[in-house]
């Protein structure tokens, strides 16, 4: 029997693609990929170590996991430090973010049990 959340988890990913998604161009260096994301949001929450809960907000890029290809043809992990552009749809203004570890969680997750698409955290970049 074929797993019928998966057969649905894939079907609403490509509805997500097809209907919430803008066109970005993930970098790393040299290497680009253009590939289209879902714009988030999260919020974190960690100690300062002197009583004080200080919050960080990133925004956050959703996308099938296959489609971060660059030169190969196998998908590659984001990492720390990459670049995400998009063109702002209302104003046309070239929008920059940068790959971040907030809190001390990790640059990206999964953001489903079959891991066909994850989240990438990041910060405007300067």
Same mark, same amino acid.
């Given at each position: 029997m074929s *797993?019928?959340?998966a057969k649905g988890n894939a079907w609403l990913?490509?509805?997500?693609q097809q209907s919430l998604s803008r066109a970005v161009t993930y970098q790393r260096g040299e290497a680009s990929a253009s590939l289209l994301a879902m714009v988030t949001k999260?919020?974190?929450?960690?100690? *300062?170590g002197n009583g004080l809960v200080v919050l960080t907000k990133t925004r956050d890029y959703v996308f099938p996991a296959s489609s971060l290809v660059f030169a190969s043809d196998d998908p590659v992990a984001p990492q720390e430090g990459d670049r995400i552009v998009e063109v702002d749809p209302d104003t046309e203004?070239?929008?920059t973010f940068e790959?971040?570890?907030?809190?001390g969680q990790p640059a990206w997750n999964y953001c489903d049990t079959s891991r066909?698409?994850?989240r990438v955290h990041c910060k405007e970049a300067a």
């Amino acid at each position: 029997m074929s *797993d019928l959340f998966a057969k649905g988890n894939a079907w609403l990913t490509g509805q997500c693609q097809q209907s919430l998604s803008r066109a970005v161009t993930y970098q790393r260096g040299e290497a680009s990929a253009s590939l289209l994301a879902m714009v988030t949001k999260s919020t974190y929450e960690e100690d *300062d170590g002197n009583g004080l809960v200080v919050l960080t907000k990133t925004r956050d890029y959703v996308f099938p996991a296959s489609s971060l290809v660059f030169a190969s043809d196998d998908p590659v992990a984001p990492q720390e430090g990459d670049r995400i552009v998009e063109v702002d749809p209302d104003t046309e203004a070239v929008l920059t973010f940068e790959v971040v570890c907030p809190a001390g969680q990790p640059a990206w997750n999964y953001c489903d049990t079959s891991r066909l698409q994850i989240r990438v955290h990041c910060k405007e970049a300067a």
